[in-house]
């Protein structure tokens, strides 16, 4: 399916709700349309919410760069997985549910990121960062239900062990090519 075109508002409203009930793992991917407009908006979402995260600390453009790989790492993952399985006509729900989900625990994070800044030089920024962190668990628990449903896996815990590979992946990927921005942080 092939549509480009703007999507009218009530179906906007409805793959919204989707995203979010994929995102609370209430759904999966597949019950997303086949929708390249969804996809490029969801893709847009998870690029600029990643590049805003990052770039109080890395500066725009490397926030940027650091965004698009992470996505072309994550997309990429779970096209190799697919294509292994045949399952290819899978990717394009598979990576808008991911983008989607990926995005909207983006834009919870924004402002706990914001007060763990605002904190850190007074010390009392362990709750906030623990928030941070039960956001990431959350992100990855998603991500293993999307991965379970997308790759046809019989259960979480696989599911799981894909995104744990997958995020360990990007991480050191991420690393290797973006060295020494980090390590201009510490």
């Known amino acids: 399916m092939n549509d480009i075109s703007p999507a009218p508002a009530r179906p ?5 709700l989707l995203l979010a009930q994929v995102a609370l793992m ?15 908006m969801a893709t847009a979402a ?6 805003w995260l990052l770039s109080d600390r890395l500066g725009v453009m490397t926030a940027f760069l650091m965004s698009a790989t992470d996505a072309l790492l994550l997309a990429g993952f779970a ?17 808008t549910a991911l983008a989607g989900a990926g995005a909207l625990v983006s834009i919870v994070m924004l402002p706990l990121v914001a ?11 362990g709750v906030s960062s623990f928030l941070v962190y039960l956001l990431f668990s959350w992100l990855l628990a998603v991500n293993a239900h999307i991965f379970r ?12 062990a894909a995104a744990v590979i997958q995020y360990l992946f990007s ?8 060295s020494s921005q980090l390590e201009a942080l510490t």
């Open 12 to 16: 906007v409203r409805d793959s919204l």
């Open 26 to 40: 209430l759904r999966p991917p597949q019950d997303l349309p086949p929708s390249r407009w969804l996809m490029r």
């Open 46 to 51: 998870y690029l600029l919410f990643g590049t």
């Open 79 to 95: 096209a190799f997985i697919l294509a292994l399985q045949g399952r290819l006509n899978r990717l394009l729900q598979t990576w």
């Open 115 to 125: 007060v763990i800044s605002s904190l850190v030089g007074s010390g009392e920024g």
């Open 149 to 160: 449903h997308a790759f046809g896996l019989s259960n979480i815990f696989l599911g799981l």
């Open 171 to 178: 991480e050191v990927m991420l690393a290797i090519l973006f």
